[in-house]
């Protein structure tokens, strides 16, 4: 039987609150990394480029926030940027899923869309996804800029992009609660970066 009191305990709360601003206040020691990520991005954009954003489970969720974010806005009316999550077309993913396998399904979308002075955005929480890698690989070959969030000790994808953050953390959950405080960092350069309208509307 469930222990609900047990699971719902105040000190139980309290120490899930503590561990995730333990890990996301241990990204002050990565300030000039995310500096560096948010150059990346802020230049791409500034010349015209995409950012196309990737990731499995929570993480495609992520990409989804980061990418809407960019078209949509972020804090507050500035020109529409272009971003991209490469999970969010359902018939691209079923359809190279199934003809080519579903590691796949984000490489292919590299290969397609992406273009030199593109940056592409990862999100992993353990490195070892072999579809982001697979899309790593594209992305670098096709002259483009390549950022990763990472968590653990990045995987297969530590060390391989242009940029990467890595969360040592060993928590799903609280690795992905700090990935999404970086995608906020990333979005806040941009809008540092391009102001809004004088007239407070879109451009």
Do not use: W, Y
């Amino acid at each position: 039987m469930l222990d609900v009191a047990a699971m719902s305990s105040i000190p139980h709360l309290e120490r899930q609150i503590a561990e995730s601003a333990a890990l996301i206040d241990a990204l002050r020691g990565q300030a000039p990394r995310l500096a560096e990520a948010c150059v990346l991005v802020v230049q791409a954009l500034g010349a015209g480029g995409k950012v196309l954003v990737a990731g499995n489970g929570g993480s495609a969720a992520e990409a989804l926030h980061m990418a809407e974010e960019l078209t949509g806005r972020f804090r507050h009316n500035r020109r529409a940027l272009p971003g991209i999550a490469l999970v969010a077309d359902t018939t691209a993913l079923t359809c190279i899923g199934n003809d080519f396998g579903f590691d796949h399904i984000f490489s292919r979308q590299v290969e397609a869309i992406g273009a030199p002075g593109d940056v592409l955005v990862l999100l992993s929480t353990s490195g070892r996804a072999a579809n982001l890698s697979l899309a790593l690989d594209v992305a670098r070959a096709r002259g483009m800029r390549t950022l990763c969030l990472l968590g653990r000790a990045g995987g297969q994808l530590a060390g391989r992009a242009d940029v990467d953050v890595i969360v040592p953390g060993t928590a799903t959950e609280r690795i992905q609660e700090a990935h999404q405080v970086i995608v906020h960092l990333l979005l806040d350069a941009v809008e540092e970066a391009f102001p809004p309208a004088p007239s407070g509307g879109a451009i």
